[in-house]
C-alpha cells in the first residue's frame, strides 16, 4: 500500500466519521433513533440471509431497493415507522442503550402534584417521555432544567401564569419544557365536555410513546392518554398503578 492509497483510505473515513456524526445529531434523543434500530436488525438479517445463500443476483437487488425503500417507509408509511420503532425498542437493543428509569419518588411526587392540579381545578397537560425524548416539541417550548415537584408543577400551571397555557415536558424525572405546544388529534371525541387540552393531550400520545396526564379545568378529573387509549376519570390509584407499569414495566421484566 502506496502513500497514496494511505491517504484515500483516510479521506473516507473522514468522510464517513462526518456523515454518521450528522446523523447522529439529528436522530439522537426522538423516536428516529428507534426506527434506525429497527432498520438495523432488518437490514443485518438480509444481508446475512443474502451472504449465507451466496445469492449474487439477489444480493445486486436488495442493495439497490434497500437506500430507497428505507427512505419511503420513513418518510410516508406511519405503520411501517410503528413496527420499525417497536423492532428498535426490542429488549436486547435496549440492553446496549442507556435507558430512563423511573423511581418510586417521581410516581408519588407526580401523583402529588396531579391531586393538588384537581383539588384547584387547574387544567394540566404533563406529558412524560419515554423513548422518544420529543426534543421537537422541547425545542419550541420554554425549556426548563428542574427537578419535578409539586411547587413548581402547582406554580406552573396556576391560571393566568406565563407558562400555564400548553404542556410540560418530563424527561428523567426532570422538567425540561412547559408552555409546550403538542399536536392536535384529528380524531373525532364523542364527549363535547373535552376539548383542546384533551385533543392536545390525545395527539402526541397517538404520535409518540410519551405517556400524557390530562387534568379538567372544568372538572378537575383527571385522564391518562398512551398510544392510541385514553383512559377517562380514573382516581389517584389507579393512576399511580398504571404510571408503575408503563414507567417499570421493562426494569421489571429484566429484573426478572
Excluded at 436488495?62 to 405503520?79: C, H, N, R, S, Y
Excluded at 419544557?177 to 373535552?194: F, G, H, Q, T
Aim: charge should be negative; aromatic fraction near 6%.
Amino acid at each position: 500500500m502506496d502513500v497514496l492509497d494511505i491517504l484515500r483510505a483516510l479521506f473516507e473515513i473522514a468522510v464517513l466519521w462526518v456523515i454518521f456524526y450528522q446523523l447522529y445529531r439529528v436522530f439522537k434523543d426522538s423516536r428516529a433513533a428507534a426506527i434506525m434500530g429497527g432498520l438495523v436488525i432488518i437490514l443485518l438479517f438480509i444481508y446475512f440471509l443474502v451472504d449465507i445463500i451466496h445469492a449474487s443476483v439477489l444480493q445486486s437487488i436488495v442493495g439497490a431497493i434497500i437506500p430507497i425503500g428505507t427512505i419511503l417507509a420513513i418518510l410516508f408509511q406511519a405503520e411501517i415507522r410503528t413496527t420499525l420503532a417497536r423492532l428498535g425498542s426490542s429488549p436486547f437493543l435496549r440492553t446496549l442503550m442507556r435507558q430512563q428509569r423511573g423511581s418510586e419518588s417521581f410516581i408519588s411526587r407526580v401523583c402529588d402534584s396531579v391531586s393538588y392540579l384537581t383539588s384547584k381545578r387547574f387544567g394540566a397537560l404533563i406529558a412524560i417521555c419515554r423513548q422518544d425524548k420529543l426534543q421537537d416539541i422541547v425545542n419550541n417550548a420554554t425549556q426548563l432544567d428542574a427537578l419535578y415537584s409539586r411547587e413548581l408543577i402547582g406554580t406552573i400551571f396556576m391560571p393566568k401564569t406565563l407558562l400555564h397555557d400548553g404542556a410540560v415536558i418530563i424527561d428523567h424525572e426532570r422538567v425540561v419544557a412547559a408552555s409546550a405546544i403538542l399536536p392536535v388529534s384529528d380524531k373525532e371525541l364523542k364527549d363535547a365536555s373535552m376539548g383542546l387540552r384533551h385533543r392536545a393531550g390525545i395527539g402526541l400520545a397517538e404520535k409518540s410513546d410519551a405517556v400524557v396526564i390530562i387534568v379538567s379545568e372544568e372538572t378537575g378529573t383527571i385522564s391518562l392518554a398512551v398510544g392510541n387509549i385514553l383512559q377517562r376519570n380514573i382516581s389517584l390509584t389507579l393512576l399511580q398503578e398504571r404510571l408503575e407499569e408503563l414507567l417499570y414495566a421493562d426494569h421489571e421484566e429484566s429484573a426478572n
